[in-house]
């Protein structure tokens, strides 16, 4: 299976929550990423987490780690229609030691928010 | 500005056709990366480039090739053994730490076969 697995799509009205959900595999990761695509566009990074931490919370973001179950959220409060976008998680893999850390990706999670 | 520049935005390739995709930043960075994207699959790892004059295969190597002369610059070939390059193509660079690998992407190029 994959690394990083994501939803692929998730629909909601303006001014709710959003809620997007990846879990991953290596355990040694040591940070997880948070990425926004618009169309057309290269990735945006949105926030990020340290394994070490449980939840951060950056304006209308907050990110949920569960590292005992590899499962990381992303929740957007109060949606609105300019947060429509593709949502890519990442870990970064074969960190630590003398080797580099690079990104793998989930498939990414295609938010449409209704007005 | 700093930042990471791909060109074209938009490419035309020919069956048989080497084609190379031109990634440049001015952010100072070490490492750099090239990914594949397409619809469905997310980003997967080309090639990447932790310091001038050395690359390391990423997960779908084949039929691409790279080179690492300078810096600032990370250009992608796009083989005429790439069986199925029809993608969009995104660079990205970051600082050399292999605890935080936060990465900046340029805009992309999107490759069509024709």
């Known amino acids: 299976g994959e690394d990083v697995e994501q939803s692929l799509f998730l629909s909601v009205r303006e001014g709710d929550s959003s809620v997007i959900n990846c879990t991953y595999t290596d355990s040694s990761s040591t940070y997880l990423y948070w990425y926004k695509q618009e169309p057309g566009a290269g990735l945006q990074l949105l926030t990020y987490i340290f394994s070490n931490m449980d939840m951060k919370q950056d304006q209308r973001l907050t990110v949920l780690l569960n590292k005992k179950d590899k499962h990381l959220s992303l929740r957007i409060a109060d949606t609105q229609t300019g947060d429509s976008a593709i949502y890519f998680c990442a870990e970064n893999k074969n960190a630590g030691g003398t080797s580099y850390g690079k990104l793998t990706f989930g498939q990414g999670t295609i938010l449409t928010v209704h007005p | 500005d700093g930042g990471i520049t791909q060109s074209p935005k938009y490419l035309f390739r020919k069956e048989g056709q080497n084609v190379t995709l031109s990634c440049e930043q001015n952010l100072n960075h070490d490492a750099m990366y090239w990914y594949r994207q397409d619809p469905g699959q997310g980003l997967r790892l080309i090639y990447y480039s932790q310091i001038v004059n050395d690359f390391q295969k990423g997960d779908i190597a084949e039929g691409y090739s790279v080179s690492r002369e300078k810096k600032e610059s990370f250009p992608l070939t796009v083989t005429s053994a790439q069986k199925n390059p029809t993608a969009f193509y995104l660079c990205?660079?970051?600082?050399?730490?292999?605890?935080?690998?936060?990465?900046?992407f340029g805009q992309g190029t999107r490759l069509t076969v024709v």
């Open positions: 990205a660079s970051s600082i050399r730490n292999p605890m935080n690998t936060e990465a900046f």
